[in-house]
């Protein structure tokens, strides 16, 4: 028996805990990518204890995604010199509300979700659109293009502290810290 039966599954079952009781989730199946690089990591789950519940597990994973996206964040930060106060999303992952609201919290800028939000499928149309010159498109021309997906967005704003998120970034930190090497120590 599985705990989900759907994506859309995970944040209903996260939304039943306020917090992730400690629980961390570090999803490094095949290694930790950007900023890490480091392929001799493995998944790790950390911080369980009797009181952990499915719940707790679903919550760590929303925010496993919330704290890759802010390591490459902080990663671009470091290297540009420039903060990012807003982050526009996209893909099947950002239908979720409570996602979304994780990833605004933990990375603590704004996060702001298109209506339409497969940006991928979008981009083929807008191709396939231009070659024929529909609707007057043309990608050389992006003034034809200001009225797509300009149907409007959510915008989901951090609602906890700096203390809070930076308290949240050690623990992921020790625990990234813990599945390193993991593959390369295991005999």
């Known amino acids: ?3 989900v039966q759907s994506a859309a599954d995970v944040n209903t079952l996260a939304a039943k805990v306020p917090d992730t009781g400690g629980l961390y989730f570090v999803t490094a199946f095949g290694g930790l990518f950007a900023p890490y690089w480091d392929p001799s ?15 707790h597990v679903a919550r760590a994973t929303l925010e496993a995604n919330a704290f890759m996206t802010r390591a490459v964040a902080e990663a671009m930060k470091l290297d540009s010199g420039v903060d990012l106060p807003q982050m526009k999303v996209d893909g099947g992952m950002t ?15 704004e996060i702001v979700r298109p209506e339409m939000r497969e940006s991928t499928a979008l981009g083929s149309a807008l191709l396939a659109g231009s070659a024929v010159k529909l609707f007057g498109w043309d990608i050389a021309r992006p003034e034809t ?5 300009t149907a409007g967005s959510t915008s989901f704003k951090p609602t906890t502290t700096k203390e809070y998120r930076d308290k949240k970034w050690a623990g992921w930190q020790r625990a990234v810290e813990r599945c390193r090497g993991w593959a390369a120590s295991d005999d």
Do not use: K, R, W
């Open 1 to 3: 028996m599985f705990m």
């Open 41 to 55: 990591a493995t998944g790790m789950i950390i911080g369980m204890s009797s009181y952990t519940t499915p719940s």
């Open 95 to 109: 239908n979720g509300d409570m996602v979304m609201q994780v990833l605004a919290d933990l990375g603590g800028c």
């Open 145 to 149: 293009l200001h009225e797509v997906n």
